[in-house]
Structures are given as C-alpha cells and as structure tokens.
C-alpha cells in the first residue's frame, strides 16, 4: 500500500510540538523517553529503555530473517552551570554546539538535581547598548555571557539556597512555531523533526494495517550531539540509517522542501550500496530528493561505526536551514523523508 504523509500532516506537527517542548538536553532523558513510550504504547510498537537512556522501539515485520534498523536522536543542544558568582549570576558551559550568539536573549529554565525548576535568561555580560559602550560589539561567548535568574538573589549564597549548583541542566526554550504555510521553525528541530517521522509512520502502520517487509528496530539515541549517541546498536542488524537533519547551505543542493540523501559528511562516505539504494528509490518514487556531502557533521552511524559494528550505514534527512540557531523546515522536506523511510522498509 502505498502511504500518503499529507493525510497525517495535523498528527506530525502536533507530535513533533510535544516532543520539542520536552526538554531533552544531552544525557537529561528522563523526560522525553516517558514520553516516546506513550507513543510506543499507543502505537503497537514494543519499547525498551537501554541502561544509558535510548529507546528501542521493534515492529515484526512479514520476515524475520533479517532486521532493518532505524536510528534518529532526541538529545537536544543546550548548557550546564558551570559556577555562581558573587553577584548570583551562573556562569554556564556548553552541552553539545549551540551557537553562543544566537542564545543572547533567550530564555531558559534551570533543573536543578533536586527537580526544582527555576526560569532565567542568556544574557552578555555588556547586555544594555544605555550603559555598556561594548554592547554590540563584546563577543558572544561562553566567557561573556552569563544566566540571570529570575529569582531575587544577590549573592551565590542565594542562589546555593534555591537548591541550584554547578551540574545542573540549563534548557534552552525552543520556541516551537508551526505556519500555515507548512513551516515547522523551532530549536532542536535537529533531530527531533526525525523522532516525529518515525511515530509518524508507526501511525500510518497501525491505521492503514500495514507490517514492513522485514522487523524493524528503530533506535532513538540521547548522545549524539556529544558524540557517542548510537555506540550502541542492537544485535542482530542487518542495515542502518540514520535519519537526521538535510544541511542547507554553500555548495548544497538540499532545500527545506526535500529529503536530503548524505553521501559523505566529515568523518568520511558512507555505504555505497545502501545510499545508492536510497537515490534510486526516491528517483523511482518520485520524491524530492538531493545529494549531498555535509563537511561540518557527524552523525548516529559514525557512533555506531566507530564502536566496531559491522552494519552498513547510510544518512538521510529533512532538510534544515540554519542548523544549531533557530531553525526552520517544511512539511515538504518531512513528507519526502517519511515517504523514503517507508521505502527503505519495504512499505511503497
């Protein structure tokens, strides 16, 4: 049967809303893996939580002889406090790569070990053009910039007070805004964009009746943006693919209306065979599609490659424009990365 992600376009975008919202940096799972298993559990897959907080979702398939696997992250970009100053001010470090400038500004909440939840702001340390002369020009950098607090403190002892201490998250408001136009702009699109096209697809499969050509094991890793998401795969694979952000930008072909197809990022190619598959598939479906090396990337299968699994890999994508600032796609790009998911399942 041949799948139509148009018909479920409210499903995606109220998906994708909810998962956006819930704050996921890297290694803080806890939250969103409750919420991947209500959709596992609506949706009929089987869930299991890895020791180190990933989520495997399993769905027979009409053969068993061989297990296709799916991979796609719901860590996020984000920061950790890094110390308290004399005048109640946190200082912060980076979790993952978010650009520092774009964070001057935003808001933020502070989860403390102790589950308290304290609201703040990223700021720089010159953050008002009527006093500071270097306002526009100090850089944006984790040495200039800093939290504030919207809580009354005046000394690190208040804050101490408030049960917050170096270690603690610091989530970045995603600012989640869907158009009519078809536009989906939010942070961390990367890579949950991706985590909703697979819950996408278990609902198309559960109320079109649909089963796979082979099982299908989709991974959904809370590491990758620091390096080590998919280190760990299931046994027993006989391919994987990532699904993650298309990159958008000089010398590339991929728009926010395709699905892009990665055929070498900064780590090195990945399978020929399998990523050739996929370029014929989506010629043969005709999908919006494009080729694409990303100098700047790493990805799940580079983990998963570099732990010492002998699966091919390959990496496609919706495609993203602006990546780790404020980004934005289109149900465009998310349609033709579903469509080449079903097809990589055997699903036309």
């Known amino acids: 049967m041949k799948i139509d992600p148009e018909e479920y376009k409210n499903y995606y975008f109220e998906t994708v809303t909810e998962l956006l919202k819930t704050p996921s940096p890297s290694g803080y799972y806890s939250e969103i893996m409750a919420v991947i298993k209500k959709y596992s559990d609506e949706l009929g897959a089987d869930f299991e939580l890895t020791r180190k907080g990933c989520a495997i979702l399993s769905v027979k398939g009409k053969d068993h002889s061989r297990t296709l696997g799916l991979s796609a ?56 053009s009527h006093v500071f002369p270097d306002a526009a020009t100090r850089p ?27 270690g603690d998250y610091v989530c970045i408001d995603p600012k989640t805004t869907v158009t009519e136009s078809g536009f989906l702009k939010s942070r961390f699109i990367d890579d949950k964009a991706s985590v909703a096209c697979f819950l996408t697809l278990l609902k198309i499969f559960k109320d079109k009746k649909i089963t796979p050509a082979y099982d299908v094991k989709m991974l959904i890793t809370m590491y990758e943006e620091v ?16 699904v993650d952000m298309g ?63 002998d699966v091919p890999g390959a990496l496609i994508g919706t495609g993203v424009h602006a990546s780790h600032g404020m980004e934005r796609t289109h149900f465009n790009g998310i349609k033709n990365t579903i469509s080449l998911i079903a097809l990589y399942l055997g699903v036309n």
């Open 73 to 128: 992250h719901c860590d996020t970009l984000g920061a950790m406090v890094r110390g308290i100053d004399a005048k109640g001010e946190l200082t912060f470090t980076k979790v993952g790569g978010p650009q520092l400038p774009t964070l001057d500004g935003e808001f933020c909440t502070v989860i403390t070990r102790g589950g308290k939840r304290y609201t703040g702001t990223f700021l720089c340390k010159s953050p008002s």
């Open 140 to 166: 944006r950098d984790d040495a200039n910039m800093y939290i504030r607090l919207d809580e009354v403190v005046k000394t690190d002892k208040d804050v101490r007070a408030l049960g917050i201490e170096s």
């Open 227 to 242: 390096g080590h998401g998919a280190a760990y795969v299931p046994e027993g694979l006989y391919t994987m693919l990532a």
């Open 247 to 309: 990159c958008i930008g000089t010398d590339l072909n991929c728009t926010e209306y395709d699905v892009s197809i990665c055929a070498k990022d900064g780590h090195g190619p990945y399978d020929y065979a399998l990523t050739t598959n996929l370029i014929e598939l989506a010629k043969a479906n005709g999908l919006s599609y494009a080729v694409d090396i990303y100098p700047f990337y790493g990805s799940d299968i580079g983990a998963m490659w570099s732990a010492g699994y």
